[in-house]
Structure formats: structure tokens, C-alpha cells
């Protein structure tokens, strides 16, 4: 396969489904986004890891309230993981044309994929799809990370504890797992998984987190100027 300039994108679930509606809004940036980077730039290959969002914590949720503690973590993981794969699905019938015909589910698998776009979603219990992503980066040596989500920036410390608690542009691997933590719990709202941050430092990946919401800032960081968001490297 000739060379690919190839883009690992994590895409929230909670920009694609995020009060229990889906948002066409951001589907249709996203798809235009896509397309248009594609245009300038042939050459390049969009892996798109897409999460559950708010769908996927109303399954678990529900789960949890009918059968109280006896439900595990691999049960709702495996919630989690199902309602990415329909919101992959979704994605993947957006950028039919230009899409691989398949899911990435099966991150043991190793697939040369040749399509412009290609479309995961989670896999087992214990991964988030933020591990799924630093897989791709690993399997397909890409060294970044471009992060979307509902939030335009990480704190330095948790916001929701911390009134004082301020944005920053740039953060070190070992500052940003001093505030994430380094356990994985199904459901957890953090910038990026810790387990997947850990992976990340150790093969010297980089991540950008930026809102999901803003595609003119997306657009400014694809081409190196000024914008909002968050690098850890």
C-alpha cells in the first residue's frame, strides 16, 4: 500500500448521541470536515473510534436499577461497548462511499484497510475506546491522537471539585495521569481513559483535545494555527 498520512480521530459519543437524541448537526460537520480535508489531501486516511455517549449509560444505567449490585463490570462494559458499534455503524453509513465495508471491533486483528475512512468502534471489556484508539496508533505507527469530545480543554485539576481549577494548552503525560487517575470504571467521564493514557506516554503518543463542537477550531489545528484545546504529549 502506498504511503497514508493517517489520522487517528476519537469521536465522543456524547457529540453523536448526547441527551438520548442523535445529533445530525454534528454528523453532517463531521462529514463535511472529513470530505473536505480529504480533497486537499488524497493521500491521507481517516481512522474515525467512535464511543456510546448518553445512549450507552442509559442501557448501563438501566441495568443497574433493575438488578442493583449484582450487575458486573464486564456486563457494563459490554453495554457500552454494544452501543458504540451502533453508533459506528451509523457513522460508517454516513462515509459509505468512502468507507471500509467493515467495523474494527477485533483489536487483535491487524487488517490493511486502503479505504479513506475507516470506522471503529469498542471491543472487550476493560478497553474504552480511547485504548482503542492508542491500538490503532500502535498497529498502524501514528504517533497522534486527535481527541473530540464535549469539552474545549483539560484542567488542571478536576473542575467539578476545584472552583479555581484553569484550562491549559499543553500538559505533560505524567501531570495529566496525576489527574485522570489509572483505573478504567465503565462509564467514567475523564478527558482520555487512564489505562489508554499510560499506553500512550509508553509508545510516545500525542493527544489533542478539542471540542467537538467548534469545527473551525478543528479545522485551524489541521492547518498549525492558533486554537482552543489541549495537547499532552
Request: hydrophobic share 40%; aromatic share 10%.
Amino acid at each position: 500500500m502506498a504511503y497514508r498520512d493517517r489520522i487517528v480521530m476519537s469521536v465522543g459519543g456524547s457529540l453523536i448521541v448526547p441527551n438520548g437524541g442523535i445529533d445530525t448537526k454534528f454528523l453532517s460537520e463531521l462529514n463535511k470536515f472529513i470530505r473536505d480535508e480529504l480533497a486537499k489531501n488524497p493521500n491521507r486516511q481517516f481512522f474515525l473510534v467512535v464511543g456510546g455517549g448518553r445512549i450507552a449509560r442509559k442501557y448501563r444505567d438501566a441495568g443497574a436499577k433493575v438488578i442493583g449490585h449484582d450487575i458486573t463490570r464486564d456486563d457494563l462494559d459490554w453495554l457500552g461497548i454494544h452501543a458504540t458499534k451502533l453508533n459506528a455503524h451509523l457513522v460508517r453509513t454516513i462515509f459509505r462511499d468512502i468507507a471500509h465495508p467493515y467495523i474494527i471491533k477485533h483489536y487483535e486483528i491487524i487488517r490493511k484497510v486502503t479505504e479513506p475512512v475507516v470506522v471503529a468502534a469498542g471491543w472487550k471489556p476493560g478497553w474504552s475506546t480511547d485504548y482503542d484508539a492508542v491500538m490503532l496508533c500502535e498497529d498502524y505507527d501514528v504517533k497522534e491522537i486527535v481527541n473530540l469530545s464535549n469539552i474545549a480543554q483539560v484542567f488542571d485539576k478536576d473542575p467539578r471539585e476545584f472552583k479555581d481549577a484553569k484550562p491549559v494548552e499543553k500538559m505533560e503525560w505524567d501531570k495529566f495521569r496525576e489527574i485522570v487517575g489509572d483505573e478504567w470504571i465503565p462509564g467514567m467521564n475523564s478527558p482520555f481513559d487512564p489505562v489508554a493514557a499510560k499506553k500512550a506516554q509508553e509508545l510516545g503518543v500525542k493527544i489533542a483535545v478539542l471540542s467537538g463542537h467548534d469545527f473551525q477550531n478543528l479545522r485551524n489545528y489541521f492547518n498549525h494555527q492558533k486554537f482552543v484545546g489541549t495537547v499532552v504529549e
